[in-house]
């Protein structure tokens, strides 16, 4: 069983960067597609990125796109979410999530059936 453990949140001023990692354990990493997730108190968990199993498609959440980058290195079994130029409406707890059917629906929370634990980002002016 492939379980994911996510890194590197913290708090940034606007208009700051971080870089949060998802590394897999267990095999066969190549096999999901993968997401990220974020949750906003009081809010439901929302989607922010996808990419595909090769990391050859990527799907984007409108307010994100332009200043988030998705990436994966399957043989490192790691998924990657570059965020630049941040400001108060990130702030959330992000979740990495795997699912292995339908990329088509990566948008989806049901579409994924493995998640981390989450890891907090908060922004300040």
């Known amino acids: 069983q492939v379980q994911l453990v996510e890194s590197g949140g913290g708090s940034v001023q606007t208009g700051g960067s971080l870089r949060l990692s998802c590394v897999a354990s267990g095999p066969a990493f190549s096999n999901y597609y993968m997401g990220w997730f974020r949750q906003a108190p009081g809010k439901e968990r929302e989607f922010v990125a996808s990419i595909s199993w090769s990391g050859g498609s990527t799907k984007y959440q409108d307010s994100v796109k332009g200043r988030f980058t998705v990436s994966r290195d399957n043989v490192a079994k790691t998924m990657t979410l570059e965020m630049n130029d941040l400001n108060s409406d990130d702030t959330a707890v992000y979740y990495c999530?795997?699912?292995?059917?339908?990329?088509?629906?990566?948008?989806?929370?049901?579409?994924?059936?493995?998640w981390g634990q989450g890891t907090q980002v908060t922004v300040s002016s």
């Open positions: 999530a795997g699912g292995r059917e339908f990329f088509s629906k990566s948008r989806e929370v049901g579409s994924y059936e493995l």
